[in-house]
């Protein structure tokens, strides 16, 4: 071989290499499929969506039929790449849900595909219910792929630990006879009441790694324990559209960039519903945002969403970058939203002293510097009977009276504090906080009676351009 024809494979190998990582093979998964089938056509779906994942190339598309996707052997999690593996990089792949299970339909609110672990699933959840990887090598040059998750419910309430519900001791955190649990129970929280469930594991529900533009939309986020949406993205634009996150606890969503890519990386969040995100303790003293501004992002736009009944906040802007001059050149904008009962609207923070609350009436007014250039007609919900009624109503009523009650006792004569007294130690006593609601299940089925009810303002019903 002379070097010219060395030169010429070399060139053809690189474009194979090139041409396969932006494959478009399709592959189809349905409940009613078959362990052994190719998935390469809706008369041969594959069965689990994990085997799917593994089988695709680089590139391709994979559509899911109604059912439960609970991984290998319902492990209760699905992945692509490794899941906290800085030296794996994925692949690039297109998730739609909502397809009826012969493929002829899709439909995300008529044919529910969802991500729904239980109580065989309780000791095997890893990590995220769904998990993305998706980087390129060091020194790659070429294109940015795409990543798509479309058409999705993830719910991790049918496997949380919770309170028995019992509006009548107060111990358990039911607001009232129609809520489904009582509170939900942090990791390592042991209540003297009965208890629902399988596990208190803080998992993640959507989690990505991502180097490249990705679209998250029409999905419905519930009862996540540990975020709605979290992760880093590295390079590219995400655009985060037409899902319902609710009672999700921690924060809604929360995506962090790369601040030395700042400037090729951006966020679009839109024409999202966010309700009922619930702090990380039952204090109600920590987190509990809806959407959170984060940093190594040069231009995030939140515009269209509504927020409301957040434990803590609807949108934080509260972290900056280190670097003045990068810090100078981010946007972050919100515009055109509606905000009803939150704790706070908009809580921003300097860095020095206590955060400041904004109600939406006001955000005008904040610094261009912390929200801004586009800030205009951030509003209080307008009466809208739709809406609220296609909230679960118990539910509603029992976050608008929320009350906490607070107790502590001592005992000097105590064992422990005799003896504490006598080594000169500190006295001790203990503090009991009981809050009338926390992070109570709310019914998934009923998440997707949001889509829909406000014109031009959250979630809307899925036009699908697939």
């Given at each position: 071989?002379?070097?010219?024809?060395?030169?010429?494979?070399?060139?053809?190998?690189?474009?194979?290499?090139?041409?396969?990582?932006?494959?478009?093979?399709?592959?189809?998964?349905?409940?009613?499929?078959?362990?052994?089938?190719?998935?390469?056509?809706?008369?041969?779906?594959?069965?689990?969506?994990?085997?799917?994942?593994?089988?695709?190339?680089?590139?391709?598309?994979?559509?899911?039929?109604?059912?439960?996707?609970?991984?290998?052997?319902?492990?209760?999690?699905?992945?692509?790449?490794?899941?906290?593996?800085?030296?794996?990089?994925?692949?690039?792949?297109?998730?739609?849900?909502?397809?009826?299970?012969?493929?002829?339909?899709?439909?995300?609110?008529?044919?529910?595909?969802?991500?729904?672990?239980?109580?065989?699933?309780?000791?095997?959840?890893?990590?995220?219910?769904?998990?993305?990887?998706?980087?390129?090598?060091?020194?790659?040059?070429?294109?940015?792929?795409?990543?798509?998750?479309?058409?999705?419910?993830?719910?991790?309430?049918?496997?949380?630990?919770?309170?028995?519900?019992?509006?009548?001791?107060?111990?358990?955190?039911?607001?009232?006879?129609?809520?489904?649990?009582?509170?939900?129970?942090?990791?390592?929280?042991?209540?003297?009441?009965?208890?629902?469930?399988?596990?208190?594991?803080?998992?993640?529900?959507?989690?990505?790694?991502?180097?490249?533009?990705?679209?998250?939309?029409?999905?419905?986020?519930?009862?996540?324990?540990?975020?709605?949406?979290?992760?880093?993205?590295?390079?590219?634009?995400?655009?985060?559209?037409?899902?319902?996150?609710?009672?999700?606890?921690?924060?809604?969503?929360?995506?962090?960039?790369?601040?030395?890519?700042?400037?090729?990386?951006?966020?679009?969040?839109?024409?999202?519903?966010?309700?009922?995100?619930?702090?990380?303790?039952?204090?109600?003293?920590?987190?509990?945002?809806?959407?959170?501004?984060?940093?190594?992002?040069?231009?995030?736009?939140?515009?269209?969403?509504?927020?409301?009944?957040?434990?803590?906040c609807g949108v934080e802007r509260a972290t900056y970058e280190s670097d003045k001059k990068l810090e100078a050149l981010k946007q972050s904008n919100l515009w055109d939203n509606y905000f009803f009962a939150n704790h706070y609207d908009l809580e921003i923070s300097n860095g020095v002293g206590s955060p400041i609350n904004v109600p939406a009436s006001r955000i005008e007014?904040?610094?261009?510097?912390?929200?801004?250039?586009?800030?205009?007609?951030?509003?209080?919900?307008?009466?809208?009977?739709?809406?609220?009624?296609?909230?679960?109503?118990?539910?509603?009523?029992?976050?608008?009276?929320?009350?906490?009650?607070?107790?502590?006792?001592?005992?000097?004569?105590?064992?422990?504090?005799?003896?504490?007294?006598?080594?000169?130690?500190?006295?001790?006593?203990?503090?009991?906080?009981?809050?009338?609601?926390?992070?109570?299940?709310?019914?998934?089925?009923?998440?997707?009676?949001?889509?829909?009810?406000?014109?031009?303002?959250?979630?809307?019903?899925?036009?699908?351009?697939?």
């Amino acid at each position: 071989m002379n070097k010219r024809q060395f030169i010429c494979g070399a060139i053809l190998a690189i474009m194979g290499v090139f041409s396969s990582a932006f494959a478009q093979q399709t592959y189809y998964v349905s409940s009613t499929g078959t362990a052994r089938a190719n998935g390469l056509s809706a008369q041969t779906p594959m069965k689990d969506l994990q085997k799917a994942i593994d089988a695709a190339e680089d590139g391709s598309t994979i559509l899911v039929a109604e059912g439960n996707y609970l991984g290998n052997m319902d492990r209760g999690y699905v992945t692509v790449g490794i899941f906290g593996n800085g030296t794996n990089n994925g692949k690039y792949l297109k998730f739609y849900g909502g397809y009826s299970s012969d493929f002829s339909e899709r439909d995300v609110i008529k044919h529910v595909t969802k991500i729904q672990p239980g109580e065989v699933s309780a000791k095997t959840i890893k990590g995220a219910l769904l998990h993305i990887t998706s980087r390129r090598p060091n020194g790659y040059k070429g294109p940015l792929g795409e990543v798509v998750v479309d058409g999705f419910t993830f719910d991790y309430g049918e496997v949380s630990k919770y309170c028995v519900a019992d509006p009548k001791d107060s111990r358990t955190g039911t607001p009232n006879d129609g809520v489904l649990t009582g509170r939900i129970l942090e990791t390592g929280a042991s209540p003297a009441t009965k208890a629902v469930g399988f596990t208190q594991s803080d998992t993640y529900a959507l989690h990505i790694d991502v180097e490249g533009n990705m679209k998250i939309q029409n999905c419905v986020f519930v009862n996540c324990r540990n975020f709605g949406i979290q992760g880093m993205i590295y390079e590219g634009h995400i655009e985060i559209s037409n899902n319902v996150f609710i009672a999700c606890r921690y924060a809604a969503c929360q995506v962090q960039g790369n601040s030395i890519k700042a400037d090729k990386i951006s966020l679009d969040f839109h024409h999202n519903t966010v309700l009922f995100t619930w702090t990380r303790t039952k204090e109600l003293s920590d987190m509990g945002q809806g959407f959170r501004f984060r940093n190594g992002i040069r231009t995030i736009d939140v515009h269209n969403n509504i927020f409301g009944c957040n434990s803590r906040c609807g949108v934080e802007r509260a972290t900056y970058e280190s670097d003045k001059k990068l810090e100078a050149l981010k946007q972050s904008n919100l515009w055109d939203n509606y905000f009803f009962a939150n704790h706070y609207d908009l809580e921003i923070s300097n860095g020095v002293g206590s955060p400041i609350n904004v109600p939406a009436s006001r955000i005008e007014e904040c610094d261009e510097a912390t929200i801004g250039p586009k800030y205009e007609n951030n509003v209080e919900m307008p009466e809208n009977k739709a809406f609220t009624d296609a909230i679960d109503q118990a539910y509603l009523k029992g976050f608008l009276s929320i009350n906490i009650v607070s107790s502590s006792s001592y005992d000097g004569n105590s064992a422990a504090n005799q003896l504490n007294r006598a080594f000169g130690l500190n006295q001790q006593g203990t503090e009991t906080i009981r809050p009338s609601m926390y992070g109570n299940k709310y019914p998934w089925e009923k998440a997707k009676d949001l889509f829909g009810k406000v014109k031009d303002f959250g979630a809307q019903i899925p036009v699908y351009t697939r």
